[in-house]
């Protein structure tokens, strides 16, 4: 048996903090085709009761990076987000604190002590997603104003926070990679990086006041050969080591697992990877989330008796290949995520 799920290979915890988010995006598991909000989406936070029983010491040993990045939410629509990253800080700064958002929520002073707090932890940075310039950048993030976002941006690399503008790669903007790169160097950024879209073409629904339209992408191969790229413009911070031991020794067909990551979700239940997390609502894949329905809230049972829920349904999957979602990752079209 292959020594995965198990508590001190666990090196990362990806959470998805809240269910409410302020976008339309094309892909998200929260609507449908960049509409309607799917049907039996509860809206919540994640509870601080759930969070102070998640981030202690003993949790946390061998963890190095906490992802904040949702698939229903947007981490700066949680109206307790700076305190839950103050206790963060008290339980371990020695760690790696990685946060996606689309930027356009909230105000000068949350992005202000945003900055402030993160700089107390070894490493950070917020990957801002912005598809495109002031014409563009709505056509997959919809619903988000331009001026708020960059507002928003501007005011977090000002008090010293560290951001990447991270964009996904769209046919409507192949042409403006350059210019963007060089807007986000001009605003403070530390980085420009593009991402890959997975969902070609994109089909988005007529919605509010937003027209229904295709949205194309360049395939794996012309995006890797043309358009994956990252432009440093600032050092960058390396990132703390623990003192897990687990090395992994041959190969595995999950992506989740090879890193020793695990999920988290608004509701405070535990999951293997964000997909399987992201398809508990509309239940699009052969998953059997009957079986782990009230054993996987962290408010009721412990981090290592969760991981054990899954050990052995995930190896065993793997070899049987008798999960669809798993399937995908293993195979040469594995899923990259659209944020």
Known sequence: ????????????????????????????????????????????????????????????????????????????????FIEMLEHLVDTKKDIYVNLHTNGGARDNSFWTNL?????????????????GLEDTHDLYRRGIDWKKRIENLKTFNKHGGNSIWKCIVFDYNIDQLDTISSFANSIGCMAFQTNRNRSIPLDMD??????????????????????????????QVNTPTTDAEFV????????????????????????????????????????????????????????????????DDLYNSWSKQSIDLCNNCSGIKKPTPVY
């Open 248 to 311: 992994i020794t041959e190969k595995i067909p999950c992506p989740y697992a090879s890193e020793g990551m695990i999920q988290v979700d608004p509701w405070g239940n535990l999951w293997p990877c964000c997909y399987i997390s992201g398809r508990q609502v509309d239940k699009k894949t052969n998953f059997n989330y009957t079986k782990y329905i009230g054993k996987n809230n962290i408010l009721t049972s412990s981090l290592k008796e969760i991981l054990d829920f899954f050990k």
């Open 1 to 80: 048996m292959i020594n995965l799920y198990k508590f001190e290979t666990i090196k990362k915890i990806e959470i998805d903090c809240t269910s409410f988010c302020n976008a339309f995006c094309g892909a998200c598991d929260r609507n449908i085709n960049g509409g309607k909000t799917v049907n039996n989406l509860n809206l919540t936070n994640l509870s601080l009761e759930t969070w102070h029983k998640l981030i202690t010491k003993e949790n946390l040993q061998f963890v190095n990076e906490i992802i904040f990045n949702g698939n229903f939410g947007d981490f700066s629509m949680h109206p307790k």
């Open 115 to 131: 900055a402030i707090v993160l700089q107390k932890f070894s490493k950070h940075d917020v990957k801002f997603g912005i598809d």
């Open 206 to 235: 007529e919605y509010k006041s937003f027209p229904k339209m295709t949205l194309t992408s360049p395939t794996l191969n012309e995006f890797n050969e043309n358009y994956k790229r990252k432009d440093v413009f600032k050092k």
